[in-house]
């Protein structure tokens, strides 16, 4: 799988990160595993997670996964709390939710470590000094930012600028029926030498066609607890899209999540997809066909259909 570098820095990552949102709660031990070893036998060497996912079962999973794999670069994130205030970027927290972390990984140090949300109710040079530490202490090889707006990204990056903690990701949804990071996230990224990964590529899964016709029973769409997520997502803006995509990928020979994930791995800045899969087969698909590549016709049709609103001031006269 096609290393690719992570913004302006020295780190490398893999083109498809695993992403574990659900190891520990749909997705038991057993089927993690077997995810796992198919991403790995892939050639892939990149996972994503976080401390709140499945309340920290998901990093547990990974820490036993990657006993005797010193090779695959973990990124995980902290920030995100299940309270009233949402999100706990201070020093205390922050300190606390990285021994924790470690332990459940059971490693020494963590490659790739998030802030998962901007907080309003901490000071940025607070939470900055944090990540530098972190560094510093030999804890965190590097740090990054998750759902930062363009704003919120460029004021961290230019705080952190010449620091050890200086800020190498953004990692933010990004896919063909999302394309809001373009007005301004991804500016900022590209100017701060930020890399973005892209979670969600397959855009919630609609991307994959399988809702085009009706919503099948074992979807997130049909889970109770999961389709407000996809939901969105199934208006008609969006089935034009997939439509677009559909039809691009059975004249390309291929499926429609190696068109769609060929297409966002192409875009400006992006250095890396995060895909998680509900069960080891739907992965086995998805990494069939991670490499694709797409003739530019096909993107400026996809870019086309796909274009979001755009206007004053991220676009027009004075841009």
């Known amino acids: 799988m096609e290393l690719r570098g992570l913004g302006d820095s020295g780190l490398f990552v893999s083109r498809i990160a695993l992403g574990t949102m659900s190891w520990g709660r749909d997705t038991d031990i057993h089927e993690a595993r077997d995810q796992f070893n198919i991403y790995y036998d892939a050639g892939g060497r990149f996972i994503d997670t976080a401390d709140i996912y499945s309340d920290g079962a998901s990093e547990e999973i990974i820490g036993e996964f990657l006993r005797d794999k010193s090779d695959v670069l973990i990124s995980t994130k902290a920030g995100s709390v299940r309270n009233a205030r949402r999100r706990n970027a201070s020093r205390g927290h922050l300190l606390s939710a990285l021994d924790a972390s470690l332990k459940r990984l059971r490693r020494t140090h963590i490659d790739l470590w998030h802030v998962n949300a901007w907080d309003p109710y901490t000071p940025l040079e607070e939470t900055l000094r944090t990540l530098e530490l972190a560094v510093t202490s030999g804890r965190v090889r590097y740090v990054g930012v998750s759902n930062y707006s363009g704003w919120q990204l460029a004021s961290a990056a230019t ?160 841009q």
């Open 159 to 318: 705080t952190a600028l010449h620091t050890a903690g200086n800020i190498v990701s953004n990692q933010v949804e990004y896919s063909l029926v999302q394309r809001g990071i373009e007005r301004e996230v991804v500016p900022a990224a590209l100017h701060h030498g930020v890399g973005v990964m892209a979670w969600s590529p397959l855009g919630r899964g609609v991307l994959t066609g399988k809702y085009r016709h009706a919503t099948p029973p074992d979807s997130r769409a049909a889970s109770a607890h999961l389709a407000s997520f996809v939901t969105p997502y199934l208006g008609e803006r969006q089935r034009a899209i997939v439509d677009a995509v559909c039809m691009a990928a059975e004249g390309l020979g291929l499926s429609p999540m190696d068109v769609s994930l060929a297409w966002v791995s192409a875009r400006p800045g992006v250095a890396s997809a995060i895909v998680g899969a509900r069960t080891a087969a739907q992965l086995r698909a998805i990494l069939a066909g991670c490499e694709s590549t797409l003739p530019e016709e096909i993107h400026t049709a996809l870019d086309e259909v796909s274009t979001p609103d755009r206007g004053y001031p991220e676009f027009g006269w004075n």
